[in-house]
C-alpha cells in the first residue's frame, strides 16, 4: 500500500496545514536549532539525517522588554572586556590578518588581567574572542595596517534599538567561533563546540533551567546519535564531559548569555532568550513570544483550523489552544470541523487531533459514526492501542484520496509537477490511482485530475486521467 505519512508531509510542505514536529525538551537528542549548527561545522561537522533543516516549533516565550535589556548589554562581561579593549588599543599597527601582533598581544592580555596562565592558549583565545567582537562591532575599525577607534568604540547615545543590534552581532561572532570549525573553536571542547547550539535552544525550551546532569546526558546521547560516535569515544567522552560542559557555561555566562537558576541549574539570562530566539527565527523555527500565540487561545476550532491551513497559525499556536481546553473538549470542537469541513479542514483538525493523548477517547469513539471522520478516528484509536474497527485497503485508499484532496484547498497553487514529485512514484503509486475510482469519496474525480495534470511521472499522469474518464462515467459516490 502506498505511504500515507508521504502525503501528509506533502501537505505539510505545500500549505503548512500540520503542526510541524514539536521540539523534544529532554528527548533522546537536544534541540538541533538547524542544520548547520546543530552538529557542529568544519573537521566536526557530520552529513546525519539529524542535521536536517526543518523547522522546530518551540514554547512561546516571555521577553524582557527592550529598556532593560538594552540597559543590560553594556554590563556584559564580555562586552565590558571588549570595551575596555578598544580603548587600551586607542591606534596602534596590527599585524597579518588585522590581528594584534605578539608583543601588543601579550600587553593586552596583561592589561585586560584575563584568565589563564599568562601565555597560556586559554588566554589567548579569550583575547582572540574580545578582538574579533571588538572589530566586528565595530568597537574597533583596522584602516590599513593599523587599529583605531570604530564608530561604536564607546556605545554611547545608541538608541535601545541600536544597543540590541549591537547586542545581535556580539551573540553572532559568539556563535560563530563555535562554528564551522574556526580554529581554536569557542569553548575549549571540540564536542561542546559541535553541540552548542543544540545546548542553547534545548535551554531556550526549559525557562526554569536545566541541570548540568541533564545537559551532559543530552549531549552524550546526541553525539552517540547524531555523530556516530564509537564506544571507545563515549566511554572517553563520559569522562571528560562534565569539566568540559563546566567550562563552557562559565564561558556563556561570561558571554551574557547564561545565568545560574536555582537548585544547581543553569538557564538563559534575559539577553540570552532574546539572542538565542534571534538566531532561532533567522533559520526559519517557530519561535514566538506568548503575546504573539495568545491570540490563538480563544479561538473557535473552525478560525484556528483556518489560520492553520492558511499559515497564519504556527504549530506553537495550535498548543497553546490545546492547552486552554480539556483534552475531550477539543476533540469534540475538532471532529465538528473535520465532519463539516473540506477535506483541507478535515486534513488539519485530524492533525491537531493527533497531539491529544488517550483522554480524549470518549470523544474520538463517538466519530466512529461519522462518514467523512472514522477512519481517522479509528486510526487514532489504533495508535494508542486502544478497541478500533479494523481498516481495509479501501478505507486506505480513501484516506489517501481525503489527504490528496486537501492539496485542492490550498490558498497557493499547484505549480506545474515539482510539489507532487515529492511524492513517491512507481508502481505504488500507480496501484493507488487506479484503485481510487472504487471508493466512495467525493473528491475521488478532482484528486485524479489534479495527478493527471501535476504529477511529473508519465506512468502515473496517465493511470490518473485513464481512471479520471472512469469516473466521470461512473455513478456518483456516496459519502462514506
Known sequence: MFDLLQLRKLIDELGEAQPQERTSLLGDTLAGPDGGRSHGGGDHACDCAECGGDMLSFPPVELACEADLARAVPQVPLVADALRLAAWT?????????????????????????????????????????????????????????????????????????????????????????????????????????????????????????????????????????????????????????????????????????????????????????AVRQDLLREGHDVPTEGEVAVFADLSAAELVEAATSGAAAPSAVAVWLERRSPEEAARELIAVAVSGSAGARGTATAILEELGPEAEAAVRDALGEPMVWRYAASWLHIRDLPAPCLTGDDNVWVAVDTLAALTCLPQSLSTSAELGALESGDDLVRLVEEMTSVDHPDTLSVLEMLGTHHPEPAVSKAARKAAMKARSGVAPRLG
Not at 587599529?147 to 545581535?168: I, K, M, V, Y
Not at 536545566?210 to 546526541?222: E, F, M, T, Y
Not at 567550562?247 to 555566562?253: N, V
Open 90 to 274: 586607542g591606534t596602534r599597527p596590527v599585524g597579518p590578518g588585522g590581528l594584534l601582533p605578539g608583543p601588543a598581544a601579550r600587553a593586552a592580555t596583561a592589561a585586560l588581567g584575563l584568565p589563564g596562565p599568562p601565555g597560556s592558549a586559554r588566554q589567548a583565545a579569550r583575547l582572540h574572542l574580545l578582538w574579533v567582537v571588538a572589530v566586528n562591532t565595530r568597537l574597533l575599525r583596522i584602516n590599513g595596517g593599523t587599529a583605531e577607534p570604530g564608530p561604536l568604540h564607546r556605545l554611547s547615545g545608541l538608541s535601545e534599538t541600536a544597543l540590541l543590534e549591537f547586542w545581535d552581532g556580539v551573540v553572532m561572532d559568539v556563535l560563530d567561533r563555535a562554528d564551522e570549525g574556526q580554529e581554536g573553536g569557542l569553548t575549549g571542547s571540540a564536542v561542546m563546540d559541535d553541540h552548542l547550539a543544540e545546548v542553547l535552544a534545548t535551554m531556550y525550551s526549559v525557562k526554569d533551567g536545566l541541570a548540568p546532569a541533564v545537559l551532559a546526558k543530552g549531549v552524550l546521547q546526541s553525539h552517540e546519535v547524531a555523530c556516530e560516535a564509537g564506544q571507545a569515544e563515549m566511554r572517553r567522552l563520559a569522562g571528560s564531559l562534565a569539566d568540559e560542559l563546566t567550562g563552557a557555561l562559565d564561558l556563556l555566562a561570561y558571554c551574557g548569555l547564561v545565568e545560574d537558576a536555582p537548585h544547581g541549574r543553569f538557564r538563559l539570562s534575559p539577553l540570552g532568550v532574546w
